[in-house]
C-alpha cells in the first residue's frame, strides 16, 4: 500500500512539474500571448506593452499564472533559458522574486501582478531586454537603485495597486524618463 501511494505521488509532482513549466511560443504576427486559464484583471497580463519604440515582446512564454504558487525556487529560473515573457501574475507569491531571476538574459516582459510581493529584486536591473514590468497590485513601497539600468528598453512599468508615494514616482519618472509608469 505504501508503494502504490508513493507512486501516486511521484506522478502528481511529475504532473505539477510539467503544467507548471509548460511554455509555448507567441507567433510575432499574432504579438499577443495565447488563451490561458488564468483570471484576467483589467488591463492586465495578456496585453502587449505599449510600444513607444516599435519593438515588439514576442517569442518564449512561461505562463505559471495562477496556480497558487508561494514561492519559486532558485531552479525554476536555471531550468527555464530562452524564456521571453514570464507569466507569474495571480499566485501568493511573497517577499521579491528570487534573485536568479537575473539568469533569465532575454526576458523581454515579467509579469507580476496580483500577488503579495513587498519588493523588487535589484537584480531586475541586470536584465537589459526589458521592455515590460508588471508588479501592479501587489503591497510593494519601494525599488531597487538598479531599475535605472532598464532606462534604454523599459516602455511600461505598471505598480497600480501599490503603496508608492507621488515623490517616488516622480523619482522613478527621472530615473526612467522614457518609460510609462502606471501608478
Keep these: 500500500m505504501k508503494k502504490i501511494l508513493l507512486i501516486l505521488i511521484i506522478i502528481l509532482a511529475a504532473g505539477s512539474i510539467f503544467f507548471m ?28 506593452p505599449a510600444s513607444n519604440t516599435g519593438n515588439d515582446v514576442s517569442g518564449k512564454t512561461l505562463d505559471i499564472s495562477d496556480k497558487g504558487l508561494t514561492t519559486l525556487t532558485a531552479e525554476f529560473f536555471n531550468d ?73 528598453n523599459l516602455q511600461v512599468f505598471k505598480l497600480t495597486g501599490n503603496t508608492f508615494t507621488a515623490g517616488q514616482i516622480a523619482e522613478l519618472r527621472a530615473l526612467l524618463p522614457e518609460t510609462t509608469i502606471e501608478f
Design 21 to 48: 513549466t509548460r511554455q509555448a511560443d507567441i507567433s510575432p504576427s499574432q504579438n499577443t500571448p495565447p488563451a490561458t486559464n488564468s483570471v484576467n484583471a483589467p488591463g492586465n497580463k495578456n496585453q502587449p
Design 80 to 152: 527555464n533559458p530562452g524564456t521571453v515573457i514570464l507569466d507569474v501574475s495571480d499566485n501568493k507569491l511573497t517577499g521579491a522574486l528570487p534573485a536568479e531571476i537575473r539568469k533569465m538574459t532575454g526576458l523581454k516582459a515579467v509579469r507580476a501582478s496580483h500577488n503579495q510581493l513587498t519588493g523588487i529584486p535589484a537584480e531586475i536591473g541586470q536584465l537589459s531586454q526589458l521592455q515590460e514590468l508588471d508588479f501592479s497590485y501587489n503591497q510593494i513601497n519601494t525599488y531597487p537603485n538598479e531599475i535605472a539600468n532598464l532606462k534604454n
